[in-house]
C-alpha cells in the first residue's frame, strides 16, 4: 500500500465499502455515559512487542509532535519502538524538530511477529490493509477523519456541514473502524465519539504540551491590548468579530516561526478560537500558559469542560453568536486582564500537570510491557 502524507492510501479500495449515513452527534454523542478507561489485553502488548507509531515525513504539527512524544516515552522505559514514517521525502523523512528525540525508524513495517501498529485516525479506514499483527488507532482528532475521506463527495458533504452549518454531526463512518484491536483517544471528544459508534475498546492517552512554553515566564507588565487568533480557524466568524471590534487590535498567528508565535502570545492578552477543534488542540493552552484569556466557540473539543476546562462565560454557541457579548467580553478582558486571567488558573494548572497526566496513561496502557 502506498500512502501519502495526508494519510490517503494510493492503491487500495479500502473506503469503497463504507455502510449507510451513520451521523455522529458532535454536540453532545453520549451525555449519559460514564468516563472509563478500559485496561489492554495482555494478548497484543508484550515484553517482545515491537511498536510502530505512523507519522508523515518531515513534517512538524501537532499530531506528528505528539506521536514522537510517545515514541520518546516508550522508548526511556525500554520498549522496542520505531517510527514509520509514510509520504514523500527526499533525504531524512525526521522533521529537524524532531532529531532531539533519536527514534530509529523505518518506512515500511519490518517483518516482525509481535508488531503492534499505533496510526492516527486518518488510517482508521484502511486499518485492514496495514500489515501488522496488532492495529491501534490513536483518534488525536474526530473531524479530520472525516474530512480526510478518499471519497470526493464524502469530504464535500462533510466540509459542507462543518464550515456552512457548523455542524459536526458528520456522516459516512465506516464500521470497518471497529476491528481495530485497540483505540486510543487524545481528548474526551474523540473518547465520546467512539463510544457513540458503540466502540469500547479504548483508552485515554492524551498529549503534553512543550517544556520550553510551560517555563516560559511571561511578564504581565509587558502584555499589550492584543488579541490573537490563529489563521486556519473558522475564518467567517474571525472576520465577523474583527468587523465588530473595529477599535480592537487582531493579530493573526500565520506564517510565524515557533519562536515568534510564543513571543506573540507572550504579548498579547487574549487568544480567541472560532475552530472546529477537532481533538484537544495546541494552541488554546499554548496561549493560556503564555498570560491569554482564552475565548472560544463550542464545536468539537471545547463543547465539553474537559477537554478546554474555562469558565463557560468564555465560550459561545458558533451557530448563534452574539457579538455584543464577544466584544464586551474581549474589552474587560484587555482592559482588566490580570484580575480576569486569574479565572484561568484551574486551566493553567491543570496544563502544567498534563505530562505528568500522560506518563500515568502509558504506565496503565503499557503496563505489561514494563
Known sequence: MSLRRDGRAVECTGLENRQGLIPFQGSNPCPSTRFTNSLMPNKFLKKNSCFYIYAPANYATGGPELCHQL????????????????GDHEDSPVHPNYARYQIPYVTKLDKNIESVAIVPEIFADDIHLIRSKYKIIWWQSVDNYFLASKKTWHRVINKFLLIYLKNQNFLFFNKKVKKADWHFSQSRYSYDFLMSKGIRNISMLSDYIDKKILEFNFSDTKKQDIVT????QNINTISKIKSFCKSIKFIEIKGMTRGEVIDLLSKSKVYIDFGNHPGKDRLPR???ILGNIVITGSLGSASNEIDISIPKKYKFN???LELTKVYKTIQYALLSHKDTYSDFSNYVRKIKKEEETFDTEIEKIFLNCL
Not at 515514541?71 to 509514510?86: H, Q
Not at 487568533?229 to 486556519?232: A, F, I, L
Request: net charge positive.
Open 318 to 320: 458558533d451557530k448563534k
Open 286 to 288: 499554548e496561549a493560556a
Open 229 to 232: 487568533y490563529y489563521s486556519k
Open 71 to 86: 515514541a520518546y516515552k516508550l522508548k526511556t522505559k525500554g520498549l522496542n519502538v520505531k517510527m514509520l514514517y509514510y
